[in-house]
T-cell receptor, first 116, second 115 residues
Framework: KQEVTQIPAALSVPEGENLVLNCSFT??????LQWFRQDPGKGLTSLLL?????REQTSGRLNASLDKSSGRSTLYIAASQPGDSATYLC???????????????FGKGTKLSVIP | GAGVSQSPRYKVAKRGQDVALRCDPI?????LFWYQQALGQGPEFLTY????????KSGLPSDRFFAERPEGSVSTLKIQRTQQEDSAVYLC?????????????FGDGTRLSIL
């Protein structure tokens, strides 16, 4: 059974600092990995999706890397802002034979606080 | 619509009551997923539809949970004889094709509290 772990569980940084969030998964047979953001009381917003054949994806101040063989991904946030404060979730997808379901398996998330 | 819409946003029910949670996916999205998110946890997969066909229900925790998508658009998650452990946020997600290269778009969820 796939297990996804995110470290740290919580992180507090001053505004302007660069930071890295970590995600690890136990089964390297994945189709893709997604990073999501979740604000309190809200659903999930997809930030970046990395296909298993890719090494990284970038969007603005965000950069996500994937090392499938070691079962690791990192989310790098440059020049953090108070508006970046949220919970960041990592999720991997895998198709199960016959079902065609690319369900996501999530970590518990990292709660980020950016202090002005 | 512009995004995935879920209703109600909040639902309080007494233990033993039946509840129904609704999901309106993004127009034209073929695939629809339901997830359950307990407090302080990541979402956990419940079930998956491709159009009106329920192709995967391996995550449903018991036979008290039932989901349908009769016309391949709106979906309803029904929980019968609710228990306190059913208290959670129920999230719905849709994707254009359900293929792994397509991101899943999530609604804001329904927060269910069982008293």
């Amino acid at each position: 059974k796939q297990e996804v772990t995110q470290i740290p569980a919580a992180l507090s940084v001053p505004e302007g600092e660069n930071l890295v969030l970590n995600c690890s998964f136990t089964d390297s047979a994945i189709y893709n990995l997604q990073w999501f953001r979740q604000d309190p009381g809200k659903g999930l917003t997809s930030l970046l999706l990395i296909q298993s054949s890719q090494r990284e994806q970038t969007s603005g101040r965000l950069n996500a890397s994937l090392d499938k063989s070691s079962g690791r991904s990192t989310l790098y946030i440059a020049a953090s802002q108070p508006g970046d404060s949220a919970t960041y979730l990592c999720a991997v997808s895998r198709a199960y034979s016959g079902a065609g379901s690319y369900q996501l398996t999530f970590g518990k998330g990292t709660k980020l606080s950016v202090i002005p | 619509g512009a995004g995935v819409s879920q209703s109600p946003r909040y639902k309080v029910a007494k233990r033993g009551q039946d509840v129904a949670l609704r999901c309106d996916p993004i127009s034209g999205h073929v695939s629809l997923f339901w997830y359950q998110q307990a407090l302080g946890q990541g979402p956990e997969f419940l079930t998956y539809f491709q159009n009106e066909a329920q192709l995967d229900k391996s995550g449903l925790p018991s036979d008290r949970f039932f989901a349908e998508r009769p016309e391949g658009s709106v979906s309803t998650l029904k929980i019968q004889r609710t228990q306190q452990e059913d208290s959670a946020v129920y999230l719905c997600a849709s994707s254009y094709t359900g293929a792994p290269n397509q991101p899943q778009h999530f609604g804001d969820g329904t927060r269910l509290s069982i008293l």
